[in-house]
C-alpha cells in the first residue's frame, strides 16, 4: 500500500530551528509538496520537489532524497504564527496526491 | 487568498437530510478536487474533475455524488446524511489535471445534528 509517515506532534521554541521529517512508500513519485494548515483553515501550498536537493524559500527549506524516500520541512527564526499543522503529500505514478496526516507544531515563547 | 472561493462557509443540518456544496475554481484553473476533513484528522481525497469530466475518485461514499458545470465551477452533494459526516469540506483547483499544484478554497464546515 502507499503510506506516508510524519510525527504527530513537534514542540520548539519561538527563534528556534525545527525540522519536520517526512518518509514515504507510494507507487511511483511524482513530485513531493509541504503545506501549512492553521487549525480551522484550508492548507496552503509551502513548497514542491521533485528533484533531490535543498529547495529555499525564505524561513522555510525543504529537502529531498528520492532513493531514501525522505524529505524534510526545514523552519528557521520559528514565529509564533508558524504555529499550524505542516502536510506531506506525494504524487503518485497516477499523479494522485497522497497525504500525510500532518504534523502538528506547538511554537512556545 | 488562493483565489478558490466556496459557499456556504457555514452549514448545519439534521441527520438525513441532503446539502449542496458549491465551489468555483481560480481563474483558468481546469481541475477541481473535492477533500473532506474530519476533527483532526487528515485530508480525506474525494473526488477530481479536470475539464468536465471525472478524473479521479477517492474514499467517497455512495450518497455523496459531485459535478463540474461548463463554468468550471463545481458542487458537492451530500445525501442521507449522517452525524459522522460533520466535517470540514475543502475544494481545492489546479492548472492541469496531473503535476500542477493544488490551491485550496476556504472550506465549508458541515455540522450535521
Known amino acids: 500500500g502507499q503510506n506516508i509517515d510524519q510525527p504527530t506532534e513537534m514542540t520548539a521554541t519561538e527563534g528556534a530551528i525545527v525540522q519536520i521529517n517526512c518518509t514515504y512508500q507510494?507507487?511511483?513519485?511524482?513530485?513531493l509538496f509541504w503545506y501549512q494548515q492553521h487549525a480551522g483553515e484550508a492548507p496552503t501550498f509551502l513548497s514542491y520537489?521533485?528533484l533531490d536537493g535543498l529547495e529555499e524559500k525564505g524561513r522555510f527549506s525543504s529537502f529531498l532524497s528520492r532513493s531514501k524516500g525522505y524529505s524534510y520541512l526545514l523552519l528557521k527564526e520559528l514565529q509564533m504564527k508558524d504555529s499550524a499543522s505542516y502536510l506531506c503529500a506525494v504524487k503518485d505514478s497516477n499523479y494522485q496526491l497522497i497525504w500525510g496526516a500532518g504534523t502538528k507544531l506547538i511554537i512556545k515563547p | 487568498d488562493s483565489g478558490v472561493t466556496q459557499t456556504p462557509k457555514h452549514l448545519i443540518t439534521a441527520t438525513g437530510q441532503r446539502v449542496t456544496l458549491r465551489c468555483s475554481p481560480r481563474?483558468?484553473?481546469?481541475?477541481v478536487y473535492w477533500y473532506q476533513q474530519s476533527l483532526d484528522q487528515g485530508l480525506q481525497f474525494l473526488i477530481q474533475?479536470?475539464?468536465?469530466?471525472?478524473?479521479a475518485k477517492g474514499n467517497i461514499l455512495e450518497r455523496f455524488s459531485a459535478q463540474q458545470f461548463p463554468d468550471l465551477h463545481s458542487e458537492l452533494n451530500l445525501s442521507s446524511l449522517e452525524l459522522g459526516d460533520s466535517a470540514l469540506y475543502f475544494c481545492a483547483s489546479s492548472v492541469g489535471r496531473v503535476r500542477e499544484t493544488q490551491y485550496f478554497g476556504p472550506g465549508t464546515r458541515l455540522l450535521v445534528l
Open positions: 481563474s483558468g484553473d481546469l481541475s
Open positions: 520537489n521533485v
Open positions: 474533475y479536470y475539464n468536465g469530466e471525472e478524473r
Open positions: 507510494t507507487s511511483g513519485f511524482n513530485g
